[in-house]
T-cell receptor, first 114, second 112 residues
Framework: DQQVKQNSPSLSVQEGRISILNCDYTNSMFDYFLWYKKYPAEGPTFLISISSIKDKNEDGRFTVFLNKSAKHLSLHIVPSQPGDSAVYFCAVSFYGGSQGNLIFGKGTKLSVKP | DAGVIQSPRHEVTEMGQEVTLRCKPISGHDYLFWYRQTMMRGLELLIYFNNNVPIDDSGMPEDRFSAKMPNASFSTLKIQPSEPRDSAVYFC??????????FGPGTRLTVT
């Protein structure tokens, strides 16, 4: 069973509009959440993170929202740019436990059209 | 600053051969991770080290896989003997905290 699910394999958005990527997790013990971006033929790149004591974290055009009751995480990109076209992975961890064990979703491919 | 360095970038080998993948983490990062990415299973953690010591190898698929970290600037992932189902992209990542991880470009392994 997948502990981290990204139910949309792909998403297409017009340049300048908002991109919303979603992630659901199953275990309420997860307490640290991250988003990574991956371009073809490159490794994933850390984008933004949030701990369970917050419900929002913002970094420039990127905002991560956490809804603990719904076990739901989302990444908002505003405004979207063609360079944002990539695969986005969410990842979760037990920060209080083994710090190395990130569990990744399978990714959502974002295409931003000019 | 140099990021995580992996070699080789591509490896094609025949079933039964030994394969060694190499990784140089970012200087000062105490955590090192090995991941495998496949279409079916996505990105999976194989093993990780903290201060050169293996902490969790529960993701290593079987005894054919082994990993070492002889010093803070070098790690290897070895598959012996290799099988076609080992074909995947293998990533190495390093981290200061263990959470925000910085990935190398990956090694694409093809076992025929």
């Amino acid at each position: 069973d997948q502990q981290v699910k990204q139910n949309s394999p792909s998403l297409s958005v017009q340049e300048g509009r908002i991109s919303i990527l979603n992630c659901d997790y199953t275990n309420s013990m997860f307490d640290y959440f991250l988003w990574y971006k991956k371009y073809p033929a490159e490794g994933p790149t850390f984008l933004i993170s949030i701990s369970s004591i917050k419900d929002k974290n913002e970094d420039g055009r990127f905002t991560v929202f956490l809804n603990k009751s719904a076990k739901h995480l989302s990444l908002h990109i505003v405004p979207s740019q063609p360079g944002d076209s990539a695969v986005y992975f969410c990842a979760v961890s037990f920060y209080g436990g083994s710090q190395g064990n990130l569990i990744f979703g399978k990714g959502t491919k974002l295409s931003v059209k000019p | 600053d140099a990021g995580v360095i992996q070699s080789p970038r591509h490896e094609v080998t025949e079933m039964g051969q030994e394969v060694t993948l190499r990784c140089k983490p970012i200087s000062g990062h105490d955590y090192l991770f090995w991941y495998r990415q496949t279409m079916m299973r996505g990105l999976e953690l194989l093993i990780y080290f903290n201060n050169n010591v293996p902490i969790d190898d529960s993701g290593m698929p079987e005894d054919r896989f082994s990993a070492k970290m002889p010093n803070a600037s070098f790690s290897t992932l070895k598959i012996q003997p290799s099988e076609p189902r080992d074909s995947a992209v293998y990533f190495c990542a390093s981290s200061i905290t263990g959470l925000e991880q910085y990935f190398g470009p990956g090694t694409r392994l093809t076992v025929t």
